[in-house]
């Protein structure tokens, strides 16, 4: 753990956490655009789990009913580029709050324990959907745990990254009188 975190540190730069935060803005921006509504076309506008903060069993057999075979083959294919994002703005994020905070502390690897959370996510989601439609209670609440962490550390590590650059803008106003 002390290894990474000194990595995040040490390669925590402005220079090279924006970069990779703009692919992984670019990533988002594919989802969003070109993956999601061709989802919620599949789904009958029903949302997918991983914008949701926790759903239950009737939720995802309902979804799966609803994309049927070949939504959920799209889905599949939905996650792969998700992992993608995923990973990459994990880094990006931990990059940067890393150089906001100018210091080695554990909370600059808050948004990869959360990308982990995601990945964990999708790889139920994939398991409940190869099990389809023999999915258990248990596996959906596993799921939606790894959501659920997800959502908040999500929040957890914008707030940390606000709060560090409204310090730095603090911190600067000062030296500049």
Do not use: C
Not at 74 to 89: A, H, Q
């Amino acid at each position: 753990m002390k290894k990474l975190i000194g990595f995040f540190f040490k390669n925590g730069k402005y220079k090279i956490a924006l970069p990779v935060l703009a692919v992984g803005i670019v990533l988002q921006a594919l989802l969003i655009v070109d993956y999601l509504p061709e989802f919620l076309h599949y789904s009958e506008n029903v949302k997918n789990p991983d914008q949701l903060f926790t759903y239950n069993y009737e939720y995802i057999a309902d979804l799966y009913d609803k994309l049927g075979k070949e939504g959920r083959k799209f889905y599949f294919k939905m996650l792969g580029l998700d992992f993608l994002y995923t990973t990459i703005s994990g880094v990006g994020y931990s990059l940067l709050l890393a150089a906001l905070v100018k210091k080695e502390k554990w909370y600059i690897m808050l948004p990869l324990f959360l990308t982990l959370a995601d990945v964990f996510e999708n790889i139920s989601q994939i398991i409940l959907m190869d099990n389809f439609p023999a999915i258990s209670a248990l596996g959906v609440a596993i799921s939606s745990t790894f959501s659920s962490i997800k959502m908040t550390g999500g929040a957890v590590s914008l707030l940390l990254i606000l709060f560090f650059i409204g310090r730095n803008i603090i911190q600067w106003v000062k030296i500049k009188r």
